[in-house]
Each structure stands twice: as structure tokens, then as C-alpha cells.
């Protein structure tokens, strides 16, 4: 029989809640398919920094790197580990380490779903580049509490990092509408974002059936918003593309139903796959965190090992599950009411 | 009588159509409440650039010093004139050499306005840092054209930049509801975020009437999709406020709504009054314009100017327009009879 080895990381807060969910579906839908899903759970998170002083082990990387794939809750709880050492100490040197250097992240309405906008009918893909770009934490400060203090940041984008991300999401739009959309601000950020229109244009030449298109990031935030059925794939930065996902999840109906997937197309190193949302400390362990992101982002992880069958199977029982008005209206049902309807829609 | 100079900067595209339309409301207010409008227009634009080699003279800004405000269209001609060179060389300098460090924008829906969300009860006042952060311009390329190429973008924030524009934001929020939202993202920009979010403590202490939320960027994104009745006054730097106001701009039914002031709080230079929508150059001169943002912004330079009696009849005049269904539909009414209702209203 297949089997998949998978690195579970439950992490913080309501990460448990929905990891053991999402667990159970993606256990029974490979039950029921005929392959293995080989788990190993690491308890890496803050808990495990307060006992240890680190939120993963020195080896942590090399451990997680012989996994097919990583399914990960949530990392955070900034009442007691603050995000900078919580976040750069686990979530981010994963995404880095694996140079799963593109954030997929799906957004379009789940049957049953009433999302904030009167539009319903969008099918957006963003892509969002994973490793460097605005987030690359190159920066200081000087003199430092006085009224001469400077804070810089710089943002770094290599023509690697650059033209992978852009070749990936030209090769996704290919396998959708052969419309792509890419998010830049040439107009105020003249180096980096200019850079970015050049390397665009410069595939483009490359993907002559793609039809790409460039959109300043804060035109693309009011379209998202304004005109969502005309988008199809988006790319953009790391932090534009952080800002349009939150906004794609937000336009889905809220974070309870955003999936994503840190991928590494390559397949040099192992693919992670997580929920949009955070720990969200204060509703964990209350049993009422919706699991459907979760869910949703363990079939994008089956999708990406090959068991597109079984993908396909899950999406189909969530979204009988959310048609049939489970799991749709926030902290209404809760986390296992939503697993037991989607397990047996299964 | 009490006479208010106004430089005119009609500029590109549809900003000459808006301005024309804004420029006769001005004036009938000014006639109907007893105080007078100088106006001087000046011809700076892309034409201007493409006829002299420059956007504006060289005495430009010393010209524009000597009034008490300025109004401006829109600015941007990229067929003919790249924006770098457009925008850097007229409406960024403005922003900049006059300090006017606030750019507020208002977003609340007009009687009327159908936006894209179900929800309809907003008011919020974004307040955008105009003048360094993500804008700063300082970056540079390495090894152009190669496979090894880099580019940086550096964002620059000053303890005095920062400081003013949240003093400035503090005060705001005492005229309101006393709440205020700070946004950020300090889990991934450690440097320069964190720094205003220090930065926003301290005043906080300052300010112990004021109650102080700080938001990282994605989730305010969210939020105004999401919940927009549970904001008030939103303080961001550059780039953030530039995106937040182009979603306040769509969540209160589009561009054609959007008004905006940049504004130098200490009054030594002239603050400058714009919509936030550009040149849209598709429509120039076609007549279709939605003059309101335009005229919104001039009422708010009325206010500025301290003629608050004339900028409320002005607004009462547009939410008595946008109420009979005029100007509310994007290109459906013509610039000219948005304007005559407006005038007749007023
Ligand atoms: C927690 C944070 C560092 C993270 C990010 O910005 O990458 C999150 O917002 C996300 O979108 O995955
Ligand atoms: C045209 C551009 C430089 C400008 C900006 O980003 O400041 C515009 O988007 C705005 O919001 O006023």
C-alpha cells in the first residue's frame, strides 16, 4: 500500500483543535482510497518553549525534512511568547528552510457561506512569494529612544526569488483560465516593485498564451473587494500577498475557511500545509474553532502527494457539509459537530 | 471679506472634467456665505511636461507656497509620460516639500450608494503617514540584468515622522469616538513596525482618554471587509494607508466617493486637497466623471480653511444629490448634471 509519511504540528491555542479534526478526515478518506497516512505528531509550539527554551529542537529542520509533507495548526500565543520569537523560531525557518518559496492560498465562497460582499461568484488563486521580498528582516535602528532615532527595513528581492515565484504562477494560471494577475506598487516603490514588472514581462515572453496583467496592490485590494469575479490567479509578494490572502479570506466568509500551502515546486524538501488563521488563544480548547481551513489544506496536501482522488472526495464532503449549513456561520456548531457531518458526507 | 487663495491644479486626464465641476460648487458656496475664493490655475501636468521637459517649473513649489491651499485633479499620464516621472515630479513633491504629513480620508457611504458589501453602517477616518516609511524612494539594484541580481527597497521611519503622524491621529480620535486603531505588522517587519508600535505606547500614555488598538496589516484588511461598523479612526504609515484607502475607497462604493486632504497640521505651508481616484486618461473629457470625491475634497479644504458652515452646506448639498439617486450609479449620470444638482441642492 502507498503510504505517506506526514509531520503533524498541531502548535498553539486552537491549532490542536483543528489538526485533530482534519486528522480524522484525512485518515478515513485515505482509509476508504487505499493508501497510508504514516503521522508522526511533534509537540513543537510555545508550550514546548516554555519547557525547553526553544520552539523546536536544534535538529528540528533535518527531523521534519525526510516527511512527505508537514500539515501544521497554528503557531502563537503572545500573552506568553512574544510572535518574534514564536513565529521566526518555528513557523517562518520552515518555510524558509524548505524554500517552499509559494503560498497558495484558495478563495472563493463554500456552498452555504454568506461572505461580507453581495458578489458570490469568485474563484481566486493567490500566490504569494514564501521566503524573501518585505519580509526579509534586513533592518536597524539608531539612535535608538531619542528624537533622532531612525528605523530602517529593507526589503530584498533576488531575480531567483523573483522569476521561481512568477514562473510558478504563470504555470497555475496555464493549468486554470490563462489569466494572470501580478500586484506590484512601480509607481512609489521604485527599485523592488520595478524589478518585479521587468521580470514579469520578461516571462511573459515565455508564456505567450498567459494573459498577464499588472495591478498596483492598492487597486488590487479595492478589485478584490469591487470586482472579485473578474480576478483569476494572483501573485505578489510576500507582503502583498499577505494582505490580499487575509482579504481573500475575508471574502470567503472569514479565516474559519481559508486553506493554504507552503510549496516547495521543486520537491526538494517536504511541502507544508496550514490554515489561514492563527492560534486564536482565546477560543482554544472551547471546542468551537472551525476546522474546515484545516480540512480544506489537508486536501490540498493530498493534492500535492498525488492523492488527487482523495482531494477531490474531502473538498466534495465539505462542501456538502457547508451547503447543507454546517459550519458556516461562525461559532455556531462546533469543531466536532462540523468533523462528524464532513466524515460522514464522506 | 474674508478672501481664501486657492491654487487650481486640474493636472491629467479627468482631473481637469472634476476640478471644472468642483471648482463651481466651491464657488457658489463662497458666494452664498460671504467669503471669497481667489482661484489661480496653473497648467502643470503631462501636456505641461511633454511641451516644457518638466511637470512644473522650477519655482513650482515656491510658487504654491504662498497659498493658503491647493486643489488638485488627478496627476498621471502613463501612455505618454511614465508615472515615475509624473508622479515625482508634481504631486510627491507637493506632498513632501509642504509637509503635509496627514493625508486623512474619510469612508463612510453618501444616502444612496450601493457598495459591494451587505454591511452599510460605516464611518471610518483613515489616516495615511504621507511623507517617508515604504515611499522613502532609497534602494537600489545590483548586477542588473544578470541571474544574480538584486534589488532593495528601503523603508525609512523617523522617530519625528512617526511621532507626528500619530499625535496627529490621537487628536483626531478626540473629536470622535475616542478610539483609535494603529496598524502595523510587527510579527514580520521587526524593525521599522515595531518601532511604531513602541512608538504608539508612548503616546498612548499621553493620551489616556484615547483607546488604542494595534492591528497587523493583513487583519485590518480583513477587518474592513469583515466588520467596517467596528472601526473609527484607522492610523497607518505610507504604504498600508495607501492600500487601507483604496479599500475604504471601494467598501464605500468606489472612487468616484473618495475624498482626500493632505495636510500639514502645523500650518507653515498649504495643505492640498485631492481626490483619491487618478487620471483614469479612458475617460477623459468624455463628460462621465464622477465629480463627488473631488468635490468632497474640496469641502474639506473649506474646512480646513476654517469655513465649516460652507463645507457642511456642501456636504448636505452632495447626501441630498446622492439621496435622489444622482451620481450614484459609475458612469451612469454625466459629470455636468451631477454638478447642477449639487449646485442646486446647495
Ligand atoms: C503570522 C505571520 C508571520 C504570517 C505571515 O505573515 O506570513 C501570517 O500572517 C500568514 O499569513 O501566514
Ligand atoms: C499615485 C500614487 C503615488 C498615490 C500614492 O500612492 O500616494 C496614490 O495611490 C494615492 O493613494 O494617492
Chains 1, 2 share one sequence.
Not at 509559494?102 to 457561506?113: E, K, Q, S, T, W
Request: hydrophobic content about 45%; aromatic content about 6%; overall charge negative.
Amino acid at each position: 500500500m502507498k503510504t505517506h509519511s506526514i509531520a503533524l504540528i498541531p502548535g498553539d491555542g486552537i491549532g490542536r483543535d483543528v489538526t485533530a479534526a482534519a486528522w480524522s478526515v484525512l485518515q478515513k478518506a485515505a482509509n476508504s482510497l487505499g493508501f497510508a497516512l504514516d503521522c508522526t505528531e511533534f509537540p513543537w509550539s510555545c508550550a514546548f518553549y516554555k519547557e525547553t527554551g526553544a520552539m523546536m529542537p536544534q535538529d528540528g529542520i533535518e527531523t521534519l525534512r525526510r516527511f512527505d509533507a508537514i500539515l501544521l495548526g497554528a503557531v502563537g500565543w503572545p500573552q506568553e511568547v512574544p510572535d518574534a520569537v514564536s513565529l521566526h523560531g518555528l513557523l517562518l525557518p520552515i518555510r524558509k528552510s524548505f524554500v517552499q518559496y509559494a503560498n497558495v492560498r484558495p478563495h472563493r465562497l463554500l456552498p452555504g457561506v454568506q461572505g461580507p460582499l453581495k458578489a458570490d461568484a469568485f474563484d481566486i488563486l493567490c500566490i504569494r512569494e514564501n521566503t524573501e521580498g518585505e519580509y526579509s528582516g534586513a533592518g536597524g535602528r539608531i539612535h535608538q529612544g531619542t528624537a533622532d532615532e531612525v528605523a530602517v527595513e529593507t526589503s530584498i528581492f533576488t531575480r531567483t526569488g523573483v522569476e521561481r515565484i512568477l514562473r510558478f504562477a504563470f504555470e497555475q494560471a496555464r493549468t486554470r483560465s490563462g489569466r494572470l494577475a501580478s500586484v506590484t506598487k512601480s509607481n512609489a516603490q521604485k527599485y523592488s516593485m520595478v524589478f518585479w514588472d521587468e521580470v514579469t514581462r520578461q516571462l511573459a515572453a515565455e508564456f505567450p498564451d498567459i494573459e498577464v496583467t499588472s495591478y498596483h496592490i492598492d487597486a488590487m485590494a479595492a478589485r478584490m473587494v469591487m470586482a472579485p469575479e473578474s480576478l483569476d490567479v494572483v501573485v505578489a509578494s510576500n507582503l502583498f500577498g499577505d494582505i490580499l490572502t487575509d482579504l481573500g479570506a475575508a471574502i470567503q466568509g472569514g479565516l474559519g475557511f481559508a486553506a493554504s500551502a507552503n510549496i516547495n515546486p521543486d520537491k526538494s524538501a517536504p511541502s507544508m500545509f496550514e490554515p489561514v488563521h492563527g492560534s486564536a488563544p482565546d477560543i482554544a480548547h472551547l471546542g468551537i474553532a472551525n476546522p474546515i481551513a484545516t480540512i480544506w489544506s489537508g486536501a490540498m496536501m493530498l493534492d500535492h502527494l498525488g492523492e488527487t482522488e482523495a482531494a477531490a472526495a474531502i473538498m466534495s464532503a465539505v462542501e456538502r457539509t457547508t451547503a447543507s449549513e454546517i459550519g458556516t456561520i461562525p461559532g455556531k456548531d462546533r469543531t466536532e459537530a462540523i468533523t462528524a457531518a464532513i466524515l460522514a458526507a464522506l
